[in-house]
Every structure is written in structure tokens, then in C-alpha cells.
């Protein structure tokens, strides 16, 4: 992030905006929504600007900019077309510590001015940081469209029972679950039709009944191969329900941070020969949070149910009776076959695909390598970089063809994703010059020769 954001308390504070046109009554209008005290020094003061001022409790100082005016100053605001006079309003502030915004000049902010939606007492501002002031709005007009004016009442009315709802629901977490409840439903929605007295009194019998979910629950999701944007509805729906998360290693970071920031985050990952947590545990401890009546997520790369080892973590919670939704992802093969621009089957190359397990075992990899060895297949393997040689090796020994094109896709849907395609008897030595890191994705067969033509994904 280029800035903080915040919101800034001026209720009764004395602000300072430097300028006396039209931009300098804009920013003055909205100090003034604020709560702020205006006062606004220039040679020469709109009328309309004036009356801002005072009547905000301000004045107005018809002067050329000094810096003795920044004086008992909470906030200041350039507005002036003079560049020499912003430059020295923005250095004096700075050397004083007194936040200035300087219009249409970041480089002299040590705030800046976000487009606005007010739907007070809830506020949502958007900033590009000053790079992008159109796409700025257009966002602006989104979420616009997107959030009924409505939603300052519903916020007004959360604000009157806050106390309320505080004593009838102790535990933090079963007060957030009534919160979530009351404002994604019946309550939200009268509101919403304009029927505030309905609302209000709905709310009061949810209070008196103390009405709240209190059972524990499991969501397994599957994050998909890395890319954000390919996650499911759903699953971007509950990881924002979830109070605890236990995430892997193969969960990507903008993943990561799209879920509820005040979760109670375990990293439960593995790698090769180093287990962060043993499986057994991991499911204990699904087990135990539920109990706890917590809304658990476990939330694991690519697709769960596909060398994820979720039907495992369920188990447990279906033997005691324990309440879990799962929540397919895209699996690797999937997603980084496709950004790759690798079609996992193709008419003229492939009419099936396997998916295939490359972790070794005691330095070995043990399968009917005969049943590989057909050409109109697809082999996917996942987790094989450690195995790449050996697989390699053995598909040629039991009969595929040297030349059969092959793929490893290493970070797949990311941004540094790398494609490294050789054949079975080029690839493994491709991908040793290359310093390649996990995860990776090896996908062998006539495909691959596409990847050429089809690559649309950087590389």
C-alpha cells in the first residue's frame, strides 16, 4: 500500500484550507460534513466560500499564506493554483507534523483525499493513491449503484443496540454471528423496504430471544492453484464466516488476504520431509475447535478431494456428528494446464487424462508404469519435481518415446509462473539449470506440443 488508510476525527477541530475559489470550497464543504471548524485564508474569498467559514464557527483571513496562520491548525488543505505557495504550505505543515493535503499534488501530501460514499454513519472511501483519479470514480459509481442509501438507516439502527446486543451475547464471537445474522436478513431487509419500525421491533425479539447460531461447524475449501480470481463464490462467501483458519503452504498470499482479518489464523502447511503439523493432529484439531462451537475454515491449495487429503479431515467430523461443508477448488492440473496453454485432452493427441501422485516415497516411486505408456493419454503428475528424473527415466524405460514432449509448470496462475518444456530426455537437465521451487505441476504428453501456439499467460 502506498498509504495508511484512516479515517480522521476533526469534529470541532480547527482546520485550515489555503485558497479562495471554487476547488478550495470544495474541500471546505467536505471538512464542514466532517464536523470541522473552516477557516480559510486567501487574498481574495469566494462568497459562498465565506459563508462556509463562518458559519462552521471559522474565519476567514483575506491575506496572502503565512505560516504563522497554521497555528492551533489540526489539518491543512492547499487549494491555490500557485505552486510556490503549495510547496511552502506543504513544507511548513511537514516541519510542524500537521497533516496537508496539497489538490491534485501527492507528492506534497502526507494525506490524500479518497472519492467518497457516504451512507452515513457508514463511510467507504477509494484511493489509487493518486494514479488513477478516473478508474478512482469509476469504482466510486460502482459501489454506488451496489450500496442502497438504506444502509446509513441499517447502520444507525446497529449503532442504537450495540450496547444492547453487548450484554446479551458476552462471547465475541456469538455477538459477531447475531451481527452477521441481523444485517444479511430479515432485520436488513425491512429496512431496506423502508419499514424501520418492522425492523426495529424484529431486532428487539432477536435480542430478548437471543436468537444466534452457537453450534460449531467445518468449511473445507479448496483455494485453487494460486490466482485469487479463480476462487468459487462460495468459498470466498465462507472465508469471510470462518473465525478460525487452517491454511497450507500452497495457499497463496493474495489468498490469504482476502480472508476476515480478525480470523484466528494456524499455519498447518507441509513440505517434503518437514510436516509443520502431523495429519493426525490437524484433524484433532478441526475436531476440537467445532466443539468449541467455532465456524472453522480449512482451507487447502488447489481442489481438497484431489491429492488434498480432505476426505480424511472430514472423517473424523462425520463419526462425531460434527457439521462441514466442502467447497471444491480448481485443481492444479486444471488451472495450470490452462495457463500454461497446455488443453489437458485434445482430439488429435489426447482422449484421456491421469492424474498422478510424483511424491517419493523412501527415495522411490512405485507404479504400474506399463499402464503410462499409451499415446492418447495425458499424465499429469503433482508434487513431482523432487521425482522429475525418475519419472522421466522409467516412462523410457517401459516404453514411451524419448521424444514425448513434456511440461513442468512452476508457480501455475501466479504471477511468476514459468513454463519449462522440453521432452522426457531434455526436461529433467531443462529444469536443473533452472533453479526451479515447488509447487510445481509436470504434465507429459502430445498436449504439450501446444503450448507454443496456445501460451497466453506470461512465462
Known amino acids: 500500500m502506498k498509504y495508511l488508510p484512516i479515517f480522521f476525527q476533526i469534529r470541532g477541530r480547527h482546520c485550515l484550507v489555503v485558497g479562495g475559489g471554487e476547488v ?12 470541522a471548524v473552516v477557516n480559510i485564508v486567501a487574498p481574495d474569498i469566494d462568497g459562498e466560500l465565506r459563508d462556509l467559514a463562518l458559519k462552521s464557527g471559522g474565519r476567514e483571513l483575506r ?4 505560516a504563522n496562520f497554521l497555528e492551533g491548525m489540526s489539518l491543512v488543505v492547499a487549494a491555490t493554483d500557485e505552486n510556490t505557495i503549495n510547496a511552502a504550505v506543504s513544507r511548513d505543515c511537514m516541519d510542524r507534523n500537521i497533516p496537508v493535503n496539497v489538490v491534485d499534488n501527492p507528492s506534497l501530501c502526507s494525506f490524500i483525499m479518497p472519492a467518497i460514499v457516504d451512507r452515513s454513519p457508514m463511510v467507504i472511501a477509494v484511493s489509487s493513491g493518486g494514479d488513477s ?15 442502497p442509501k438504506a444502509f446509513g438507516k441499517l447502520a444507525e439502527l446497529a449503532a442504537r443496540y450495540r450496547d444492547a446486543v453487548k450484554k446479551s451475547f458476552v462471547d465475541i464471537d456469538l455477538r459477531r454471528r447475531f451481527w452477521e445474522s441481523t444485517l444479511d436478513g430479515p432485520v436488513a431487509e425491512k429496512v431496506l423496504a ?17 436468537a444466534v447460531e452457537r453450534e460449531g461447524e467445518v468449511y473445507l475449501v479448496g483455494a485453487g492453484p494460486g490466482d485469487p480470481e479463480l476462487l468459487t463464490l462460495k468459498a470466498l462467501r465462507l472465508m469471510q464466516r470462518a473465525e478460525v483458519v487452517l491454511y497450507d503452504r500452497l495457499v497463496s498470499p493474495p489468498i490469504l488476504d482476502l480472508l ?4 484466528h489464523m494456524v499455519y498447518v ?9 502431523e495429519q493426525e493432529n490437524i484433524n484433532q484439531m478441526l475436531l476440537n475447535y467445532a466443539r468449541e462451537g467455532k465456524r472453522v475454515l480449512r482451507l487447502k491449495g488447489g481442489d481438497p ?5 480432505g476426505g480424511e479431515e472430514i472423517d473424523l467430523l462425520a463419526k462425531e456428528g460434527i457439521a462441514f461443508q466442502v467447497v471444491p477448488g480448481i485443481t492444479a492440473a486444471s488451472g495450470c494446464a ?4 497446455i488443453p489437458l485432452t485434445h482430439r488429435d493427441y489426447s482422449q484421456s487424462v491421469r492424474f498422478i501422485t510424483g511424491h517419493v516415497k523412501n527415495g522411490v516411486l512405485d507404479f504400474r508404469w506399463r499402464e503410462f505408456v499409451e499415446d492418447s493419454q495425458t499424465l499429469v503428475f503433482y508434487m513431482g519435481l523432487t521425482g522429475l528424473a525418475q519419472i522421466c527415466s522409467k516412462l523410457i524405460e517401459h516404453g514411451k518415446a524419448a521424444t514425448t514432449p513434456a511440461a513442468l509448470i512452476e508457480h501455475g496462475t501466479c504471477p511468476d509462473q514459468r513454463v519449462i518444456v522440453g521432452d522426457l530426455l531434455s526436461l529433467p537437465k531443462l529444469v536443473e539449470q533452472k533453479n526451479v521451487r515447488a509447487p510445481t505441476l509436470l504434465v507429459i504428453g502430445g498436449v504439450v506440443s501446444l503450448h507454443q501456439t496456445l501460451k497466453w499467460f506470461g512465462n
Not at 491575506?63 to 503565512?66: G, I, K, L
Not at 483519479?133 to 450500496?147: D, F, G, M, N, S
Not at 478431494?305 to 487429503?309: E, S
Open 305 to 309: 478431494f484431489i491429492f488434498g487429503r
Open 133 to 147: 483519479p478516473v478508474l478512482t470514480r469509476h469504482i466510486k459509481t460502482l459501489i454506488e449503484k451496489a450500496v
Open 269 to 277: 502447511g507441509k513440505r517434503r520431509a518437514e510436516h509443520s503439523v
Open 260 to 263: 476476515r482479518k480478525d480470523a
Open 194 to 210: 423502508g419499514r424501520d419500525d418492522e425492523a426495529e421491533q424484529l431486532l428487539q425479539k432477536k435480542i430478548t430471544e437471543g
Open 338 to 341: 490452462s495457463y500454461a496453454g
Open 63 to 66: 491575506s496572502t499564506y503565512a
Open 24 to 35: 478550495a470550497s470544495r474541500k471546505a464543504r467536505l471538512l464542514i460534513r466532517a464536523g
